[in-house]
C-alpha cells in the first residue's frame, strides 16, 4: 500500500503529502477528544504572543524556574503518540496547493476508485485522520476523511490516496 496522498487539479502546486510523518507535525488533533470537546478556532499568532506575555510576566514576577526534567515530558508525549487516535485539518494542504480562482471543487480519490466530491469551502473544513490508537492506518489507510462536525466518525470514508481540486 502506498502511503502518500497527492494534491492535484487546478492548482498551481501539485504537492505530495506523507501521512507518516503526521505524527510529529504541532497541528495535529487528537482525536478522541476533539469531537467530545468544544473546540475553538484560535490564531497561532495570538496564541504565541498571549503565552510570550504571560512567560514574560512570570519571569518578571517571580523570576525564572527551570522546568521539570525534559525526560518525563516526551516519555508522556511518545505515550500519547503510541496509543492516541489523531488527525489533521486538510485547510493548511489546500492553502499550500494554492487552488486556482476559478476551482470550486475537491475530488477525493480512493484506493478502491471510488470518488467523494465536496464544494472547495466544504472540504476545507475536513480532517484527515492518519492513525488509530496509535498506529497507522495501514489497513484501509493512508487516510479517512471526517467531517468537521463528527458526523462520519463511525463510517469515515477511508483510503483517501488523491485530492483533486477542479
Same mark, same amino acid.
Given at each position: 500500500?502506498?502511503?502518500?496522498?497527492? /494534491?492535484?487539479?487546478?492548482?498551481?502546486?501539485?504537492? =505530495?503529502?506523507?501521512?507518516? /510523518?503526521?505524527?510529529?507535525?504541532?497541528?495535529? *488533533?487528537?482525536?478522541?477528544? @476533539?469531537? =467530545?470537546?468544544?473546540?475553538?478556532?484560535?490564531?497561532?499568532?495570538?496564541? @504565541?504572543?498571549?503565552?510570550?506575555?504571560?512567560?514574560? $510576566?512570570?519571569?518578571?514576577?517571580?523570576?525564572?524556574?527551570?522546568?521539570?526534567?525534559?525526560?518525563?515530558?516526551?516519555?508522556?508525549?511518545?505515550?500519547?503518540?503510541?496509543?492516541?487516535?489523531?488527525?489533521?485539518?486538510?485547510?493548511?494542504?489546500?492553502?499550500?496547493?494554492?487552488?486556482?480562482?476559478?476551482?470550486?471543487?475537491?475530488?477525493?480519490?480512493?484506493?478502491?476508485?471510488?470518488?467523494?466530491?465536496?464544494?472547495?469551502?466544504?472540504?476545507? =473544513?475536513?480532517?484527515?485522520?492518519? $492513525?488509530?490508537?496509535?498506529?497507522?492506518?495501514?489497513?484501509?489507510?493512508?487516510? @479517512?476523511?471526517?467531517?468537521?462536525?463528527? $458526523?462520519? *466518525?463511525?463510517?469515515?470514508?477511508?483510503?483517501? =490516496? $488523491?485530492?483533486? /481540486?477542479?
Amino acid at each position: 500500500m502506498e502511503s502518500i496522498i497527492q /494534491v492535484k487539479g487546478e492548482v498551481n502546486f501539485q504537492i =505530495t503529502l506523507d501521512p507518516t /510523518v503526521w505524527i510529529f507535525d504541532d497541528r495535529k *488533533l487528537d482525536l478522541d477528544q @476533539y469531537f =467530545t470537546e468544544k473546540h475553538v478556532e484560535i490564531d497561532a499568532d495570538e496564541e @504565541y504572543i498571549e503565552k510570550a506575555g504571560k512567560f514574560w $510576566s512570570r519571569e518578571i514576577m517571580e523570576g525564572a524556574t527551570f522546568p521539570p526534567t525534559l525526560k518525563t515530558e516526551r516519555k508522556f508525549d511518545r505515550q500519547k503518540m503510541m496509543s492516541g487516535t489523531f488527525g489533521i485539518k486538510i485547510v493548511p494542504f489546500i492553502q499550500n496547493a494554492e487552488p486556482k480562482t476559478d476551482a470550486t471543487t475537491v475530488i477525493f480519490g480512493t484506493q478502491s476508485g471510488e470518488q467523494h466530491s465536496f464544494p472547495i469551502e466544504e472540504a476545507k =473544513t475536513f480532517i484527515f485522520q492518519f $492513525s488509530q490508537e496509535g498506529k497507522m492506518l495501514s489497513q484501509d489507510g493512508p487516510v @479517512y476523511l471526517l467531517f468537521n462536525d463528527g $458526523s462520519n *466518525l463511525e463510517n469515515p470514508i477511508k483510503g483517501i =490516496t $488523491s485530492l483533486e /481540486v477542479k
